[in-house]
């Protein structure tokens, strides 16, 4: 069953899903310089963008600091940065902006759903 879909429906009356390019995060490359660039996939779909709630803020250790955030909706499995099992670091991009998955809020179905944290960066990825 196509949870999001249904999902979808119901609410697009009161808050319409937006296309959005989501960059999910293949590793990187080495360059000649020792530098690394970072690659990814890129997959076309449609999300749901919501302001923070206050629950969501409780999920996130840092709540002081100044940024744009959203909560997104998506449909597919997306990854916030984690360095220790070398993941992630994965792009929304909407609102013509580049938005980085900060954190993992919840996910459903193995990857089918996921909510995620976004906060917009201020140039795009290379």
């Known amino acids: 069953m196509q949870l999001f879909a249904l999902a979808g429906r119901l609410s697009s009356a009161v808050n319409p899903c937006v296309a959005a390019t989501l960059l999910a995060s293949t590793g990187s ?4 310089d020792g530098s ?13 963008v ?5 629950a969501d803020l409780q999920q996130v250790q840092n709540i002081t600091q100044q940024a744009d955030r959203r909560v997104v909706y998506l449909p597919a499995a ?5 360095r220790p099992l070398q993941c992630g670091g994965d792009i929304l991009q909407f609102y013509g902006a580049d938005w980085l998955i900060t ?10 759903w996921s909510k995620v944290l ?9």
């Open 29 to 32: 490359v080495t360059n000649p």
């Open 36 to 48: 690394q660039t970072p690659t990814y996939t890129p997959l076309a779909l449609r999300i749901e």
């Open 50 to 54: 919501q302001a923070v709630a206050g």
């Open 78 to 82: 997306a990854r916030a940065l984690n």
């Open 103 to 112: 954190q993992s809020l919840e996910e459903w179905g193995e990857g089918e």
């Open 118 to 126: 976004v906060t917009r960066q201020s140039s795009p990825p290379a």
